[in-house]
Protein backbone atom coordinates (compact mmCIF):
# COMPACT_ATOMS: atom_id res chain seq x y z
CA UNK A 1 0.00 0.00 0.00
CA UNK A 2 1.46 3.30 -0.74
CA UNK A 3 -0.05 6.50 0.76
CA UNK A 4 1.24 10.31 -1.26
CA UNK A 5 0.66 13.52 0.89
CA UNK A 6 -0.17 16.73 -0.57
CA UNK A 7 0.80 19.28 1.86
CA UNK A 8 2.48 22.36 3.48
CA UNK A 9 4.13 21.06 5.88
CA UNK A 10 5.58 17.69 4.71
CA UNK A 11 7.53 17.38 8.11
CA UNK A 12 4.51 16.50 10.27
CA UNK A 13 4.46 13.16 8.53
CA UNK A 14 6.94 11.43 10.44
CA UNK A 15 4.42 11.05 13.31
CA UNK A 16 2.61 8.05 11.31
CA UNK A 17 5.73 7.18 9.12
CA UNK A 18 8.10 6.70 12.07
CA UNK A 19 6.63 5.79 15.14
CA UNK A 20 4.39 3.18 16.84
CA UNK A 21 2.31 0.54 14.78
CA UNK A 22 2.16 2.28 11.65
CA UNK A 23 6.14 3.17 12.42
CA UNK A 24 6.59 -0.98 12.22
CA UNK A 25 4.92 -1.48 9.26
CA UNK A 26 6.70 1.39 7.66
CA UNK A 27 9.73 -0.77 8.56
CA UNK A 28 8.63 -4.22 7.13
CA UNK A 29 7.51 -2.40 4.38
CA UNK A 30 3.46 -3.42 4.58
CA UNK A 31 2.86 0.45 3.54
CA UNK A 32 5.18 3.90 2.09
CA UNK A 33 4.59 7.34 1.85
CA UNK A 34 5.86 10.02 -0.51
CA UNK A 35 5.25 13.66 0.54
CA UNK A 36 4.55 16.76 -1.96
CA UNK A 37 4.83 20.15 -0.65
CA UNK A 38 2.70 22.41 -3.31
CA UNK A 39 5.41 25.20 -2.54
CA UNK A 40 7.89 22.61 -4.83
CA UNK A 41 5.39 23.15 -7.76
CA UNK A 42 5.49 26.85 -7.85
CA UNK A 43 7.49 29.05 -10.96
CA UNK A 44 7.16 32.72 -9.08
CA UNK A 45 10.25 33.42 -7.13
CA UNK A 46 7.83 34.43 -3.78
CA UNK A 47 7.05 30.40 -4.05
CA UNK A 48 3.57 31.86 -3.97
CA UNK A 49 0.50 29.29 -3.12
CA UNK A 50 -2.14 30.77 -1.85
CA UNK A 51 -4.47 33.97 -2.54
CA UNK A 52 -6.68 36.07 -1.42
CA UNK A 53 -10.36 35.34 -2.38
CA UNK A 54 -12.15 36.05 -5.14
CA UNK A 55 -14.94 38.15 -3.81
CA UNK A 56 -13.99 39.48 -0.28
CA UNK A 57 -13.87 38.01 2.92
CA UNK A 58 -10.91 36.81 5.28
CA UNK A 59 -8.09 34.23 4.72
CA UNK A 60 -6.49 32.90 1.77
CA UNK A 61 -7.08 30.17 -0.25
CA UNK A 62 -4.94 27.37 -1.89
CA UNK A 63 -4.40 28.30 -5.10
CA UNK A 64 -5.16 25.59 -8.01
CA UNK A 65 -2.13 25.36 -10.37
CA UNK A 66 0.99 24.12 -7.45
CA UNK A 67 -1.68 21.71 -6.30
CA UNK A 68 -2.46 20.15 -9.51
CA UNK A 69 0.84 19.89 -10.55
CA UNK A 70 1.82 18.02 -7.12
CA UNK A 71 -1.30 16.08 -7.74
CA UNK A 72 0.21 14.91 -11.34
CA UNK A 73 3.48 14.63 -9.49
CA UNK A 74 2.79 11.98 -7.11
CA UNK A 75 0.29 10.42 -9.80
CA UNK A 76 3.11 9.69 -12.44
CA UNK A 77 3.47 6.07 -11.87
CA UNK A 78 -0.09 5.10 -10.13
CA UNK A 79 -2.65 7.20 -12.41
CA UNK A 80 -5.03 4.71 -11.25
CA UNK A 81 -5.00 6.41 -7.04
CA UNK A 82 -8.42 7.68 -5.58
CA UNK A 83 -7.63 11.41 -4.62
CA UNK A 84 -8.79 12.51 -1.33
CA UNK A 85 -9.30 16.05 -0.31
CA UNK A 86 -9.28 16.48 3.36
CA UNK A 87 -12.47 18.50 4.27
CA UNK A 88 -15.14 19.60 6.60
CA UNK A 89 -17.78 19.30 3.74
CA UNK A 90 -16.60 16.00 3.03
CA UNK A 91 -17.92 12.63 3.82
CA UNK A 92 -17.64 11.55 7.60
CA UNK A 93 -14.83 9.40 7.35
CA UNK A 94 -15.34 5.84 9.37
CA UNK A 95 -14.08 1.91 10.46
CA UNK A 96 -16.01 1.19 6.66
CA UNK A 97 -13.90 3.63 4.79
CA UNK A 98 -11.22 2.63 6.82
CA UNK A 99 -11.26 -0.89 6.24
CA UNK A 100 -12.18 -0.43 2.19
CA UNK A 101 -8.81 2.06 2.74
CA UNK A 102 -7.03 -1.05 3.88
CA UNK A 103 -7.82 -3.37 1.26
CA UNK A 104 -6.86 -1.21 -1.27
CA UNK A 105 -3.84 0.29 -2.84
CA UNK A 106 -3.88 3.30 -1.38
CA UNK A 107 -4.40 6.78 -2.10
CA UNK A 108 -3.56 10.44 -2.49
CA UNK A 109 -4.54 12.51 0.29
CA UNK A 110 -4.52 16.35 -0.33
CA UNK A 111 -4.27 19.13 2.96
CA UNK A 112 -5.48 22.25 2.77
CA UNK A 113 -4.31 25.16 4.52
CA UNK A 114 -5.99 28.68 5.32
CA UNK A 115 -9.69 28.90 3.88
CA UNK A 116 -9.62 26.10 1.59
CA UNK A 117 -8.74 25.32 -1.77
CA UNK A 118 -9.90 27.11 -5.24
CA UNK A 119 -12.81 24.87 -6.16
CA UNK A 120 -11.15 24.15 -9.84
CA UNK A 121 -8.78 22.14 -8.08
CA UNK A 122 -11.46 20.01 -6.42
CA UNK A 123 -13.69 19.54 -9.70
CA UNK A 124 -10.68 18.55 -11.84
CA UNK A 125 -8.42 16.25 -9.69
CA UNK A 126 -10.46 15.25 -6.65
CA UNK A 127 -12.31 12.01 -6.88
CA UNK A 128 -13.35 12.13 -2.96
CA UNK A 129 -13.55 14.48 -0.36
CA UNK A 130 -13.64 13.33 3.24
CA UNK A 131 -14.11 14.90 6.56
CA UNK A 132 -12.86 14.39 10.41
CA UNK A 133 -15.82 14.95 12.05
CA UNK A 134 -18.35 18.47 12.24
CA UNK A 135 -15.12 20.78 13.59
CA UNK A 136 -12.87 22.22 12.27
CA UNK A 137 -9.34 22.44 12.29
CA UNK A 138 -6.62 24.33 10.53
CA UNK A 139 -5.64 22.09 8.21
CA UNK A 140 -5.89 18.56 6.70
CA UNK A 141 -2.52 17.28 7.97
CA UNK A 142 -4.26 16.17 11.28
CA UNK A 143 -7.17 13.75 9.07
CA UNK A 144 -4.72 12.73 6.67
CA UNK A 145 -2.63 11.52 9.84
CA UNK A 146 -5.59 9.55 10.98
CA UNK A 147 -6.68 8.10 7.98
CA UNK A 148 -3.12 6.75 7.15
CA UNK A 149 -3.25 5.37 10.67
CA UNK A 150 -6.82 3.68 10.68
CA UNK A 151 -6.15 2.36 7.26
CA UNK A 152 -2.15 0.53 7.74
CA UNK A 153 -3.14 -0.77 11.34
CA UNK A 154 -5.77 -2.95 9.60
CA UNK A 155 -3.03 -4.39 6.86
CA UNK A 156 -2.28 -8.23 7.46
CA UNK A 157 0.79 -8.14 9.77
CA UNK A 158 0.49 -4.63 10.75
CA UNK A 159 -0.45 -6.25 14.50
CA UNK A 160 0.55 -9.00 15.85
CA UNK A 161 -1.85 -10.98 18.07
CA UNK A 162 -1.28 -9.53 21.09
CA UNK A 163 -2.85 -6.54 19.43
CA UNK A 164 -5.76 -7.76 17.26
CA UNK A 165 -8.05 -5.59 16.40
CA UNK A 166 -10.47 -7.52 16.65
CA UNK A 167 -12.11 -6.31 19.92
CA UNK A 168 -12.07 -2.86 18.41
CA UNK A 169 -14.60 -0.35 18.68
CA UNK A 170 -16.76 -0.43 15.47
CA UNK A 171 -14.81 -3.62 14.33
CA UNK A 172 -17.45 -5.35 12.37
CA UNK A 173 -17.95 -1.99 10.29
CA UNK A 174 -20.86 0.19 10.93
CA UNK A 175 -22.93 -2.50 13.23
CA UNK A 176 -19.68 -3.33 15.60
CA UNK A 177 -20.53 -2.47 19.41
CA UNK A 178 -18.02 -0.06 21.53
CA UNK A 179 -15.60 -1.79 23.08
CA UNK A 180 -15.56 -3.22 26.67
CA UNK A 181 -13.00 -1.50 29.29
CA UNK A 182 -9.79 -2.75 29.41
CA UNK A 183 -7.44 -3.25 32.99
CA UNK A 184 -4.00 -4.50 33.61
CA UNK A 185 -1.44 -5.10 36.53
CA UNK A 186 -2.15 -3.82 39.59
CA UNK A 187 -5.25 -5.98 40.39
CA UNK A 188 -5.97 -3.41 43.23
CA UNK A 189 -5.15 0.36 42.49
CA UNK A 190 -5.55 3.00 44.73
CA UNK A 191 -7.97 1.32 46.64
CA UNK A 192 -9.71 -0.30 43.39
CA UNK A 193 -10.23 -3.66 41.90
CA UNK A 194 -10.37 -5.31 38.62
CA UNK A 195 -14.06 -6.55 38.15
CA UNK A 196 -13.89 -10.12 39.28
CA UNK A 197 -15.08 -11.76 35.95
CA UNK A 198 -12.23 -11.34 34.64
CA UNK A 199 -9.95 -12.04 37.42
CA UNK A 200 -11.89 -15.67 37.07
CA UNK A 201 -9.94 -17.79 34.01
CA UNK A 202 -13.16 -18.47 32.95
CA UNK A 203 -12.99 -17.38 29.34
CA UNK A 204 -17.35 -18.00 28.85
CA UNK A 205 -18.13 -16.24 31.76
CA UNK A 206 -15.25 -13.39 30.57
CA UNK A 207 -16.90 -12.93 27.00
CA UNK A 208 -19.99 -12.88 28.71
CA UNK A 209 -19.05 -10.26 30.66
CA UNK A 210 -17.33 -7.88 27.80
CA UNK A 211 -20.17 -8.50 25.42
CA UNK A 212 -22.59 -7.27 28.43
CA UNK A 213 -20.49 -4.43 28.80
CA UNK A 214 -19.94 -3.43 25.05
CA UNK A 215 -23.65 -3.44 24.87
CA UNK A 216 -24.44 -1.22 27.81
CA UNK A 217 -22.14 0.97 26.72
CA UNK A 218 -23.07 1.19 23.10
CA UNK A 219 -26.42 1.62 24.18
CA UNK A 220 -25.56 4.45 26.91
CA UNK A 221 -23.29 6.36 24.53
CA UNK A 222 -24.13 5.33 20.58
CA UNK A 223 -28.31 3.92 20.96
CA UNK A 224 -27.73 4.39 16.51
CA UNK A 225 -25.34 1.51 16.82
CA UNK A 226 -27.60 -1.04 18.84
CA UNK A 227 -29.97 0.12 16.42
CA UNK A 228 -27.64 -0.80 13.30
CA UNK A 229 -26.37 -3.78 14.92
CA UNK A 230 -30.24 -5.07 15.30
CA UNK A 231 -30.95 -4.16 11.87
CA UNK A 232 -27.79 -6.16 10.76
CA UNK A 233 -28.99 -9.15 12.91
CA UNK A 234 -25.99 -9.11 15.20
CA UNK A 235 -27.98 -9.18 18.30
CA UNK A 236 -28.74 -12.48 19.60
CA UNK A 237 -31.48 -13.44 21.93
CA UNK A 238 -29.63 -13.55 25.29
CA UNK A 239 -28.24 -9.75 23.44
CA UNK A 240 -31.89 -8.37 23.66
CA UNK A 241 -32.90 -10.13 27.16
CA UNK A 242 -29.72 -8.53 28.32
CA UNK A 243 -30.27 -4.75 27.09
CA UNK A 244 -34.33 -5.38 27.89
CA UNK A 245 -32.63 -6.19 31.59
CA UNK A 246 -31.50 -2.51 31.18
CA UNK A 247 -33.88 -0.40 30.77
CA UNK A 248 -36.14 -1.61 33.56
N1 LIG B 1 -13.36 27.27 5.32
C1 LIG B 1 -13.42 25.87 5.45
C2 LIG B 1 -12.44 25.35 6.52
C3 LIG B 1 -11.01 25.50 6.14
S1 LIG B 1 -9.95 24.79 7.34
C4 LIG B 1 -14.82 25.45 5.84
O1 LIG B 1 -15.43 26.12 6.65
O2 LIG B 1 -15.31 24.43 5.34
C5 LIG B 1 -8.49 24.53 6.40
C6 LIG B 1 -8.28 23.12 5.89
O3 LIG B 1 -8.24 22.24 6.99
C7 LIG B 1 -9.35 22.57 4.98
O4 LIG B 1 -9.13 22.95 3.65
C8 LIG B 1 -9.22 21.08 5.17
O5 LIG B 1 -8.22 20.54 4.33
C9 LIG B 1 -8.75 20.97 6.61
N2 LIG B 1 -9.81 20.61 7.55
C10 LIG B 1 -10.33 21.39 8.52
N3 LIG B 1 -11.28 20.75 9.22
C11 LIG B 1 -11.36 19.50 8.69
C12 LIG B 1 -12.19 18.37 8.96
N4 LIG B 1 -13.10 18.37 9.91
N5 LIG B 1 -12.00 17.28 8.21
C13 LIG B 1 -11.09 17.24 7.22
N6 LIG B 1 -10.30 18.29 6.90
C14 LIG B 1 -10.44 19.41 7.62
Redesign the pocket.
Known amino acids: MRFDVISLFPELFSAVRDHGVTGRAHRQGLWSLRVWNPRDFTHDVHRTVDDRPYGGGP ?1 MV ?1 MAQPLEEAVHAAQADRADAPVW ?6 RR ?1 DQRMAQELSEGRGAIL ?8 DQRFIRRCVTHE ?11 E ?2 ALAIMDSAVRLLPGALNDRESAHQDSFHETLTGLLDSPHYTRPEVYQGESVPPELLSGHHANIALWRRRQSLALTLARRPDLIEAARAAGRLSKADEAFLASLKH
Open positions: GMLMSPTGFVCGRYEGVVSMGDFVLSGGIP
